[in-house]
Structures are given as structure tokens and as C-alpha cells.
């Protein structure tokens, strides 16, 4: 599974893709309003960092109105993946953005057919809005079920991207489902690495190693 970052803020992005954890990044305007800067720059900046794919979204409605604004947002680096919203006219721009060869995330999923049409347009990637369908009683995970269900039996290479993730078991759940990526918060990316009996492990081991008076180096 591939892990995308779900912020715009650059020391986070940095501070994880030092680890070596991150394949992509996701970005929305939404972010970009938390980041409190010029979408362009923290765009640019996020680019030259991070190797894979960084989501920039548009906020026109309209085709051409999308596809302007896919061409400013491309112009940023080679690594942007323009994000589209599941609409009509998103279907559209997706088509004719893939089809000369710029990668697409169709964004703000919420049901199967609608990843299925995101599939047929030729979307890079699909991302499901888990959280969201949590947040109103329904299952998130069943939608990404449904998804890996209806691209494995047609053989669709959309990958699913699994978004608005809120918790580290939405990460574990997507990934035994089979979601392609995962796009997770710094904080939940973070705290995957955590286990109370690793702490107390280490902890245990160290004050065992501090009685035997050696050092290693
Ligand atoms: C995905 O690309 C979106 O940026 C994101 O996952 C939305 O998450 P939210 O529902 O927590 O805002």
C-alpha cells in the first residue's frame, strides 16, 4: 500500500518524507486555507520534495474553466496531479487530461457507481471520502469494498485511494480491503508507528542495558 500525506503544511511533508514514508501527497483547498499561503508556492515547494504525486485541486465548476486551471496547476512541476471533483464536467477534463497524459485524482467519491464512471474516464486515482460516510452512519470501508470489487472483475488500473482518513484502523481496514493508497493526516500517519507494548519493551530493555555499564558507541 501506498501511503500520500493529507496536508499542505511543508515541515510536516518534510519531516515525514525524511523517514521515508511517503509516496504522494493530497492537497485541497482546504489545506491550502490552513496553510495560510500562496497556493502556487506551497505547491511548488511540496513538488520539489516529495518524488510521487502531489494532488493540487481545481475550484472551477466548469470544463473549460477546469481545464485553465489544470494547465496553470501543471505548469507548477511535472510531479502535479491535477484533482478533479466527481461531476460531470470533472468526468470530462479527466478524460481529456489523462488522455494527454497528465495524471488525475477524482476526488470527493461517495458511491460506487460514481468511482465507476471516475474508472471508465481514466482516472489515475479515485479517492473514496471515507470519514465523510462515517461521520453520517454509514460504513466508509463497504464503498471501498464495492470499489475493489467493481475495478478487479473489469481489470480498471484506477488506483483507490482511500481519503478522509480519520483513525489508524481506517488505515488497517483500506489496507486489508486492498485500497492502492492510502491518503492519511500526519498526526494518524504518525501514530501507526505506536504500540504501548513497544514502549514498554524498549523501556524495559534499556534499563536492563544501563545495569550491565556498557555502552556500544
Ligand atoms: C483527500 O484528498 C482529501 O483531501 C481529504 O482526505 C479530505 O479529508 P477530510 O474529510 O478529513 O476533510
Redesign the pocket.
Known amino acids: 500500500m501506498k501511503f500520500f500525506v493529507?496536508t499542505a503544511d511543508v515541515n510536516e511533508i518534510r519531516e515525514l518524507n525524511d523517514i521515508g514514508l511517503l509516496d504522494g501527497v493530497?492537497?485541497?483547498p482546504?489545506?491550502i486555507m490552513k496553510a495560510g499561503r500562496p497556493y502556487a508556492e506551497v505547491t511548488k515547494e511540496i513538488c520539489d520534495m516529495v518524488e510521487g504525486p502531489v494532488?493540487a485541486e481545481v475550484t472551477a465548476t466548469d470544463f473549460d474553466g477546469m481545464m485553465r486551471e489544470a494547465e496553470v496547476l501543471g505548469k507548477i512541476a511535472d510531479n502535479v496531479c491535477i484533482?478533479l471533483p466527481l461531476t460531470l464536467d470533472g468526468l470530462k477534463a479527466c478524460r481529456a487530461l489523462t488522455q494527454g497524459g497528465r495524471q488525475v485524482?477524482v476526488?470527493l467519491c461517495f458511491s460506487a457507481n460514481q468511482a465507476l464512471l471516475a474508472a471508465k474516464a481514466g482516472a489515475t486515482f479515485i479517492?473514496p471520502?471515507i470519514?465523510?460516510l462515517d461521520d453520517m452512519a454509514i460504513d466508509g470501508m463497504e464503498l471501498i469494498e464495492e470499489i475493489r470489487t467493481i475495478y478487479d472483475n473489469y481489470g480498471f488500473e484506477t488506483e483507490i485511494?482511500a481519503?478522509?482518513?480519520?483513525t489508524v484502523n481506517h488505515v488497517k481496514q483500506a489496507a486489508m480491503i486492498g485500497a492502492d493508497v492510502a491518503?492519511v493526516?500526519p498526526a494518524t500517519l504518525k501514530a501507526l508507528v505506536k504500540h504501548p507494548l513497544t514502549d514498554k519493551g524498549l523501556a524495559a530493555f534499556l534499563a536492563d542495558w544501563e545495569k550491565t555499564g556498557q555502552t556500544i558507541a
Open positions: 493529507d493530497t492537497t485541497n482546504s489545506l494532488s484533482k485524482n476526488t479517492s471520502f470519514g465523510r485511494l481519503a478522509s482518513i480519520r491518503t493526516p
